[in-house]
């Protein structure tokens, strides 16, 4: 499949399906989409990257080898789109020993970031909880990151602090 192509046919869920099942579990057809998100003119990247957060809930080893990359690189992207696709695939990995802190202070920037979107917000949320069970001296910083939010944030940022909030024990 030539994933350029498919991509600008339309940016919908049954195309970003279609193109995760073309993949299937085959690393160097994902590979494909790693450079589009990464090479691509606009609008290829942030459709790309829906791939990667699909791929990450059917495949989730084809994403592993590229956890450090999109680390390093999700603050440089300025498509919200791109940076919560990327976010929401890190929810579903481990993160690398040598990542963790950097992980932990970018989603920590993104959480307290007032220009950032929620969902962002939410899913650098749901990153640090995740990594809260290896840094539980973290919980009583995630508490009061969600405490100062609180009263800034929507409805959506609300639900996922309950859920994170009980998840880490409180």
């Not at 080898?65 to 990995?93: C, H, W």
């Not at 800034?152 to 639900?159: E, I, L």
Request: proline share 5%; glycine share 2%; with cysteine.
């Amino acid at each position: 499949m030539n994933y350029e192509e498919q991509l600008l046919v339309e940016h919908s869920r049954n195309n970003t399906d279609l193109i995760t099942k073309a993949i299937g579990g085959n690393a160097k057809e994902f590979k494909k989409i790693i450079d589009i998100i990464y090479n691509g003119k606009a609008p290829l990247p942030q459709r790309a990257s829906w791939i990667i957060s699909s791929v990450s809930e059917k495949h989730p080893e084809l994403v592993t080898p590229y956890v450090p990359l999109l680390i390093d690189s999700v603050k440089n992207f300025k498509i919200d789109g791109i940076k919560r696709n990327i976010q929401n695939a890190l929810t579903k990995q481990s993160i690398p020993e040598d990542y963790q802190a950097k992980t932990i202070d970018i989603c920590f920037e993104f959480m307290l970031d007032p220009k950032e979107t929620v969902a962002v917000k939410v899913l650098s949320m749901q990153i640090i909880a995740n990594l809260c069970k290896v840094y539980t001296e973290l919980i009583p910083e995630l508490k009061a990151a969600i405490d100062d939010q609180l009263p800034k944030t929507t409805a959506a940022f609300h639900a996922r602090a309950r859920h994170v909030l009980k998840e880490i024990g409180n």
